[in-house]
């Protein structure tokens, strides 16, 4: 790998770190200001609701100039959304700002490899990029809970400049410097990033074109016996783990009385998880062997449904790395299989946007009718059922699905032997 790809994984390491930890900085102000509990799973939800509406135009833009710039504006925006909450906007809308820099960053991001190596690397590439992006996850849950405790926020607002008046008095102010502060160092490995000279002769500028393109590039991945396998199952995946991070910190909260900043440990606990799956699966499943780890969904959203009879930590952290293992053994040969028929049928631009859009509209949902759930005062546990068997339930379709494509796809194939 060469150096030009170092720098995008530093940049692309510290921007998602950033992005995590503000929003357990965001989740702790809310909680100050005594808001209502259902706003806090429409934070992620202001966050992704830009992911949905830009799909159909971010690739394009990401196409119009080179890609390090792309980031280094999109960076920038996610600064100015942090700095909104200095001046008391409100943290759904500051995030929602912070939301829409992550949402132009994002294509620019997958593209750039496609630029900047050849193609027999771009699977090691995604594996290295995939990879960083959980441990920023892991990082960041944890640095965000670290930044909101009582500890580290005494010590923060300890530390004295000689002669200059910071006028950063409280918690949530002493947070979001350190987490500007990372934004900062992720937009300066962003001017690093070289200039690939890939150019792009026509770039559309029409939107309605724009959404004709994207609703066509949607339609073909659907259409595709094997690609709306691997899309269905990504899609209630990213939903699904949007929606349990913060069932998680509900259920820490009510069943093993921790507050925010122990809780996010266990989020921490779930993403490792994730990780050990995600790598244990790259080495042990081959392309072609994708679909055969779909059972592993329904065993996990089973799983899910036994964190109602843990009321132990010793118990939780066993049973929420069970989870994330499950997890991550079975999306990561199912985003392989994805980002291959994209491949095929469609640039891999175009691809990520759909996949982008099916995966936030799946966060948007789930989180909306959990935020609902919340707001209706139903009981934790009986959410967290209906969550783990609604997730078990829908992979067992999705199996049933991929069942009788084959059945098809062999019947189809007899019909043409017999015809020769």
């Excluded at 259902?38 to 394009?60: I, M």
């Excluded at 799946?362 to 935020?371: F, K």
């Excluded at 997730?391 to 007899?414: C, P, T, Y």
């Amino acid at each position: 790998m060469n150096r030009g790809f170092y720098t995008i994984m530093a940049a692309q390491f510290f921007s998602s770190l950033a992005d995590n930890a503000l929003l357990f900085v965001a989740i702790d102000l809310l909680i100050s200001m005594n808001a209502p509990a259902s706003l806090t799973p429409l934070l992620k939800l202001s966050f992704v609701l830009f992911y949905v509406l830009l799909a159909p135009f971010v690739g394009a833009f990401a196409d119009s100039m080179p890609k390090g710039k792309v980031m280094f504006i999109a960076n920038l925006v996610k600064v100015f959304g942090c700095a909104l909450i200095f001046f008391h906007v409100h943290p759904l809308l500051a995030y929602a700002v912070v939301g829409f820099g992550a949402a132009v960053y994002s294509p620019a991001k997958y593209g750039i490899l496609t630029e900047l190596l050849p193609p027999e690397k771009l699977v090691a590439a995604n594996g290295w990029i995939e990879g960083l992006t959980v441990m920023s996850i892991i990082l960041g849950t944890v640095m965000g809970g670290a930044l909101v405790s009582a500890k580290a926020s005494a010590y923060m607002l300890g530390f004295d400049v000689p002669l200059i008046e910071t006028g950063i008095d409280s918690t949530t102010e002493a947070a979001l410097c350190v987490v500007v502060a990372v934004y900062i160092l992720a937009t300066l490995f962003n001017l690093r990033i070289p200039d690939t000279l890939a150019k792009y002769e026509h770039q559309e500028r029409n939107p309605a074109k724009l959404i004709a393109d994207f609703a066509n590039c949607s339609s073909l991945l659907w259409k595709d016996k094997l690609g709306q396998i691997s899309l269905a199952v990504t899609t209630l995946f990213w939903g699904a783990g949007a929606t349990l991070q913060f069932i998680v910190l509900k259920w820490a909260e009510k069943s093993l009385h921790m507050p925010l900043d122990k809780a996010t440990t266990l989020i921490g606990i779930v993403a490792l998880g994730v990780a050990v799956g995600a790598a244990a699966s790259a080495k042990m499943i081959p392309l072609k062997k994708s679909l055969t780890v779909i059972p592993l969904g329904i065993a996990m959203g089973i799983v899910v449904v036994c964190m109602t009879m843990v009321h132990s930590v010793m118990i939780a952290y066993p049973l929420l790395l069970l989870i994330g293992v499950l997890s991550g053994f079975f999306v990561v040969p199912m985003n392989a299989l994805l980002q291959h028929r994209g491949h095929v049928l469609m640039s891999a631009g175009h691809s990520i946007a759909v996949q982008n859009f099916n995966e936030n509209l799946s966060i948007l949902t789930m989180l909306a009718v959990y935020a609902i759930l919340i707001t209706l005062k139903v009981d934790l546990n009986i959410v967290i059922i209906g969550f783990g068997l609604s997730v078990a339930g829908i992979m067992f379709l999705i199996m049933r699905k991929h069942k009788m494509n084959q059945a098809e796809h062999d019947s189809l194939a007899l019909i043409g032997e017999h015809k020769h």
